[in-house]
């Protein structure tokens, strides 16, 4: 397998344009064949649709097996609609069994069926029972394929063991040690079965610190336990302590990378699988409850400034600042809630230290106040020449500064208590709230002061 | 070493809190000595700053070098301020490389130096190596500890060389193999090691497609070839391709979730190390920035609404709905941008795609703008009982919408040309410039067609 550099990703990718345009078949596979499948993969994705569903039809089964487990969901759903049930399964059937159980998860009830009664019994069995799982725990991402061996075994039967594996399964990095019952009672790291006689028993160099995950173990907590304690792989065991599987490390960077992806994502309100969409009504449909939520909040904005209509109607100039208070009550809620869901998330903030992150905020959220409310009593004194007013606005500023910046730290922490994701809370919410609390502020403050402003 | 449960975290935290107040050294020592270095971290960033100090003056040296290497910068400049130099040193003196040279290039100049004078010179010479590389580089996060052989070495020297290197370095997962020049020639696993016989010569296994990364490197794309290769090390190469370090899975997971943190941060005009930091004064001074661009580009939106003041005076419904304008076109912005940035964070959008992806958020913001547009006639047309007022103000937030997404998903691209990271560009920026655009286009196509509306 070649190693592509950058710089000739590029110049391949017109190759392959090129080749497919020409329908030259020979060439192609001859092209194809000494790639990694993982560049085979991002080559098919920068193709369009026709040229994709081309050169996939073309790889030889173990390429196609290896590339299809490396491609993001929507691209594989539009690979796999004009595929054959028969070579589906025999895709599907050389698979790592948590790859089969992604894929089938992702067909159709009645292809999948069809796709499992073709594979193997042994082999559909085992995805099946892994479909079982959550697909965001522990037993969802694990897979089927690792080393196990009795703490009675030697050294040497212990390599017998991993001969057999090393033919499906490639890399292996521990070894994990069984009782008769199947329960989990330790590692054995490579470097120390290499480093040991070929006649030792396992049970004098087991670790029997061996960390784990349950089943049941959200992924987000697994990825925890890999980056707290350095783990290249982890043994997953039931509610009986027996081994069921085991989660490897190339998994856990997709974790960390799709859960960061999905906080960003969510800010937004967008979806982090639109970026690999091609139709525009699914991204639209994907964009818009959260859009529309923003589009209520702020027509509630808009009856509120309703309300006080005859004092604006008394003093226009209200109109030209209400665009700051809302984007600067916006942004400083926006920040607190950033600060606050990405420290849950990487678990730097616990809950207890909570209330110290809570005063904090209110100090931070006072000073920055303090400053944007004293530029705005000048700006707007020299702007309009009113200084009171400028005064009543930058006190304004100042609390809805420090009403946003409460407001966006304060309700992660209350939807992690009631157990939704603080992330699902930010972004256009937070924002539209602070709008609308914003404008009643500034609006009703300036209303009460009105006889002195004009 | 134990493995603490979620759990038991809470209860111990309390104990260790009970013990620094009783000054229970013994306790505490106890305590400590038995659990993980990253539970010890962990511990010490829930704790208050006086207790941080306490307790890590307390732990024996070398619990305390590895528990410094877990800890975030901020944390660490707290508890080193007031370490001698000749602790620091000695804690220094038994880190590997890399953590060495990021816990010495965090200290004052004056400190760095008299603490590399004070580690043997064998040591210091390899930090001030490491430190010699930017630090976003695979120069700067690699590490001088791993194992190379010649390639005519047998597999029982290799084995010897791994025990050597064991004691020191812990788990290895390749073993790098190199020509009399120290030029990097290929890989072998430890897998392939185990199943070869003892006096094999290393040539006859090794793996000469091996990855690697130049020095220069930045983590980023490192970090993209461990994840699209799924590799648990990477050899680090210079310019002659002679093997100078390597680079290890749990510095990648760290970079992941580091590069996915920043993009959110800077999205929001924040800061990750924030989280950690206790100074109120210095929190507010990372936020000040970002908010100050939003604060000036608002008083810009200002100015423009003012320049429309007869518009608003003859009808001041116009003002009312200015909060939608402006939250529609900066939601619809920011879901672009994000889209576009964490697609070239993750390299799903590669510049091939570039005109692809642009004209689909045409085709979504048109769509949705026209969705939008549509609900707007309606409802300003009931809510102010003038339905040509409802037309033009529809017809408004579909352009702002179209100008808004097209703004919001192009400039980072146009950043990316220009080698300026685009996630700088995003939030408080774009929809800052949303908002001053937004409102003048609404404010001049209602200007324009005022006469038929009043």
Do not use: C
């Not at 790859?99 to 559909?124: C, F, G, H, M, T």
């Not at 997709?254 to 991204?283: M, P, R, T």
């Not at 604006?312 to 665009?323: C, D, E, G, R, V």
């Not at 920055?368 to 707007?380: A, K």
């Amino acid at each position: 397998m070649k190693y592509i550099a950058e710089t000739d990703f590029t110049e391949i990718l017109s190759s392959i344009r090129d080749l497919i345009e020409k329908q030259n078949q020979g060439a192609l596979l001859n092209l194809l064949i000494d790639l990694h499948p993982a560049d085979v993969a991002e080559f098919l994705t920068d193709l369009k649709k026709e040229e994709r569903k081309y050169l996939f039809h073309l790889l030889p089964t173990k390429i196609a097996s290896a590339v299809l487990t490396e491609l993001d969901t929507p691209i594989v759903d539009q690979i796999i609609e004009n595929v054959s049930d028969q070579r589906l399964s025999t895709l599907v059937d050389i698979m790592d069994s948590d790859d089969a159980a992604d894929i089938i998860s992702e067909l159709p009830d009645e292809v999948a069926q069809r796709v499992l009664n073709r594979i193997p019994d042994k082999v559909s069995d085992d995805v099946k029972g892994l479909m079982l799982y959550g697909e965001d725990t522990a037993g969802g991402i694990m897979a089927l394929e690792f080393v196990a061996v009795n703490e009675n075994s030697t050294v040497n039967e212990t390599i017998d063991e991993i001969r057999k594996a090393h033919e499906k399964n490639g890399t292996i990095h521990n070894i994990w040690v069984i009782d008769t019952n199947n329960i989990l009672k330790g590692s054995v790291s490579l470097t120390d079965l290499v480093l040991a006689t070929e006649k030792s028993r396992i049970s004098k160099i087991v670790k029997t610190d061996v960390k784990f995950a349950h089943t049941d173990m959200d992924q987000e907590e697994v990825a925890i336990l890999f980056r707290k304690y350095d783990l290249v792989d982890l043994p997953v065991v039931d509610s009986l302590h027996q081994l069921v599987g085991q989660i490897t490390i190339d998994d856990i960077i997709d974790v960390v990378e799709e859960e960061a992806s999905e906080d960003i994502s969510l800010f937004a309100g967008a979806n982090d699988e639109e970026i690999q969409e091609d139709s525009f009504l699914k991204i639209s449909i994907i964009r818009l409850p959260w859009l529309m939520v923003a589009f209520v909040g702020e027509l509630i904005a808009a009856t509120i400034i309703q309300q006080f209509e005859t004092t604006i109607i008394q003093l226009i100039a209200l109109t030209f600042f209400m665009p700051v208070i809302m984007a600067m009550g916006g942004n400083s809620g926006i920040q607190s809630s950033i600060i606050v869901i990405r420290g849950m998330a990487t678990r730097e903030i616990s809950v207890e230290s909570t209330w110290r992150r809570f005063f904090r905020e209110l100090r931070v959220s006072l000073f920055i106040g303090f400053v944007f409310g004293l530029i705005m009593i000048v700006v707007v004194g020299l702007l309009q020449g009113n200084f009171v007013m400028g005064l009543m606005i930058g006190i304004t500023l100042n609390i809805v500064i420090l009403q946003a910046s409460l407001f966006g730290g304060m309700i992660p922490f209350i939807l992690k208590r009631v157990n939704v994701d603080p992330a699902l809370a930010s972004g256009p919410f937070i924002t539209t709230m602070n709008d609308i609390f914003g404008l009643l502020i500034y609006l009703a403050i300036l209303t009460a002061s009105i006889k002195y402003i004009v």
